[in-house]
Each structure stands twice: as C-alpha cells, then as structure tokens.
C-alpha cells in the first residue's frame, strides 16, 4: 500500500516515524507493507530521511493512481478541505487529525467516501492516540449511549493542574504551558474551550448519527477559572476540570463545554497534566472510561497509523459510518439540570442566610485564605433557574457545574 502525507509537520512526521520504526509489525497488521510515496508541503526537509518523496505541488499526488491513501496532517479548514474532498471523489481513502475538519465537513466527507467506495477515519482527531472513536464505532454499538464526559483537551487539563498544584493563577500557568510547549502562543482555541468543543461535537454526531454544528453547542473556557476556585474545590474534596459534556433524554439531547467542579468520587479527578479522558454512559453496560495521551506527536501519529492500517485492510470496500447530514438540534442548556457552586460577597454566617432562602438546601464551604467572601453547593436545579436565583443574590461573583 502506497500513502501520502499531507502536511509534514508534527503529526506528519510522526506518522512518517511511526510507519518506519514500527514497520515489521505494521505489515504484519495490514497484511503487506505501507510506504510512504509522496510527502505534499510547502517546505524543503534537506536533512529528513524522507526527503526524497516532498512535493510542493498537490497534482502530483491527486494524479499518482498508485497512491491508495491518503493522511492529511494539515490542519485548519482550506485547503485541507478542498483536497479531501477531491481525493475522496477520485476513490482515495483519506485518515485525519484535523479535528476542525471533521467537526465542520465530517457527515459530507463520509457520504463522498460512499459514494466512491473509499473511506474516511479520523480516529485521531479526538483524544490523540486514545481509541476513542473506534471504541464508540465498534465496541459500544449494542447500547444506546445516553452520556458522553471528557477532558478532551492536554493543554488545559495541565493548567489547571498546575493551578491547583502550585497555587498559582490563570495567566502564570498559561505562560508555563506555553514555555513548555503545551500551549500555542495564541492559545485561544484551546482556553476558549473551542478545541474541546468540536471533539464533542463530532463524538455526539456520531452517538447521534446526524450533524452536530459545534457552533451550537455552549461553550465557556477557562480564562475565568481564579485561584480562589481551587480554595473553594479543596474544602469540598473536589478538583477542577474543563469538561466536554453531552447527555441524551427523552426530551433530547444537550451538549456544552465548561469549567466543572468535579468531586472526589468522579474519574476525572485522577486525570491529570497533559492526560485525557472520555466516560461513555451506555443503557447497558454502564459506564465506561479511556484515559490516555491525548496530543503529541507520536500518540496522534499512532492513531493516525491505526486508521490507515484499517483502510489497508478494507480497501477497495466502504466501512459505513453512522452520521448523516442531517442537522442534529440540541436542546437550550437553559434545560440542563445539575448543582452548582456558586460565589458571593460577604460572609455564610450573614449574607449567607439569605442564600439559603434563595436557594434552599445549600452546602457552604469553609476554605482557607478566602476573605470577604463565601461560596456554596446548591441542590439539582436548571441553568436556567440558576441564573435567575443568582441576580436575587447580593454580591454575586460567579456560578460554576457541580458534579457529585
């Protein structure tokens, strides 16, 4: 099997690793030898062992027919876009990691797989080299999965991590993570929360099996997490995660991103640094949890690598794929029910009756270093009836999701 790569950049070059050093047993998986005949980028790699196969120009791989597969490595919506597109319609198989692709043109890309007998994976593009896709795909299809949770994106897991750890506040852990890598130096995709909201977005379309727009889905990043938050989570034995959430009833479906205070009990408090994880909820086997690398070059490259080992071993036959073009319409989160911290000016002994009065059965915390203020749990209620609760509250600071 003859491949190209498109983009040679991190991913890409983890790719071209990853099918080099671990070539004998890749073989042995897809059942003959992949080699990577053609490397499209803008670029000159001199010094790369690859160097030989780099071209400036798409045509050349568009017209090579020896060419079966196809990763693309590229990132953003054009031209990556244009160009899986037309190599779908020439009956190429295309493997992803662009995850802002697959959350904008997925549905559309595996009705032209289809339609061409090809096929489009993009295991990668949630969750790094952790098999959350072809979990989902091909082990949970028996249930019916009512709820998706997940730290779905390294950089702000490891800030918040290191906001709890070192006490420190929002901008000094940014700077640490961009000194170290982890964050790009315009990281808004990742602390807007945009990056962990097109991965649910395309894990609930796929649930689904109709076009989750990530554009609906509410989305409130981390840049208003504070110090005091972390203060207020360890008095209640809890931690703060940015969380993908996405949970069905009979009413619909409703899916958003935000930060969560999450309690001692739940899995997510022991996922830490740059790790991921995902919790699937099924009717009937409960629930399920993977947890790994979620970025880096080699745990994506890997990912990628297995996608194109299945299209090998498929070629020439579409895998169908759940997911329909079919607009999927999510409910307010206004509906959403939960309980949630929330804090005010003053203190739990004065301002603090009223509260309770305003919220009912609520559960004050009693942090150290915290002056002036004070914060609670309230007990399940909407979002909506949340905020309406909160501009009855003097001094109010902010809310957040509670999970128990």
Known sequence: MKIAILGYGTVGQGVA???TENADIIEENAGEKIEVRRILDLREFPNDPFADKVTHDFGDILKDREIGIV??????????GSFTSRLLSSGRSVVTSNKELVASHGAEFLELAAANNANYMFEASVGGGIPIIRTLRDSLVADNITGIEGILNGTTNYMLTAMRDENTDYAAALKKAQELGYAERDPSADVEGWDCCRKIAILTSLVLGKQVDY???STKGITGVETADFKYAAAFGADIKLLG???????????????VMVSGKSIFCSVNDVYNAVLFKGNMLGNVTLCGKGAGMLPTASAVVSDVIDETRNYGKHVPVKWSREKAELLDLGTYKSRFFIRALGSADEEGLKARLIFGDIQFADPKDIYGEYGFLTPGMTVEDVAGRCQKLDGYISWMFYEG
């Open 17 to 19: 690793r990853v099918l």
């Open 71 to 80: 990763v693309e490595t590229m990132g953003g919506l054009e031209p990556a």
């Open 215 to 217: 554009r609906d889905v």
């Open 245 to 259: 959430v996405s949970k069905t009833n009979s009413r619909g479906t409703c899916a958003f991103v935000a930060p």
